[in-house]
């Protein structure tokens, strides 16, 4: 069974860097495999912007995993809107 606590979601781009990581891809050799830019990559990894399906799936595929590991992810961004006050 598989149980998350409360407070301990992980962000795309950290789980991104488990799944490379445990299969010795570095953003280079990923962005071979998928057709998604390194700097496409770099800024997931960071957690600037978030993939559409279609990236993610091809990420995961590039990886060798389910686009499901991905569920569960929080989609966030550190990009800033820019608003006037």
Known sequence: MYTME????VTFGQKLREL???REHSR???A???GVPVS???GYISDIGTPSLPTAIALAN???VSVVEFAGC???SKRR???RP
């Open 74 to 76: 929080e989609f966030k």
């Open 62 to 64: 590039a990886l060798g």
């Open 20 to 22: 490379m990581t445990a």
């Open 81 to 83: 809107e820019n608003v």
């Open 40 to 42: 496409t990559i770099t």
């Open 6 to 9: 409360v407070g301990s979601a």
């Open 32 to 34: 071979a495999a998928s």
């Open 28 to 30: 280079a050799s990923l």
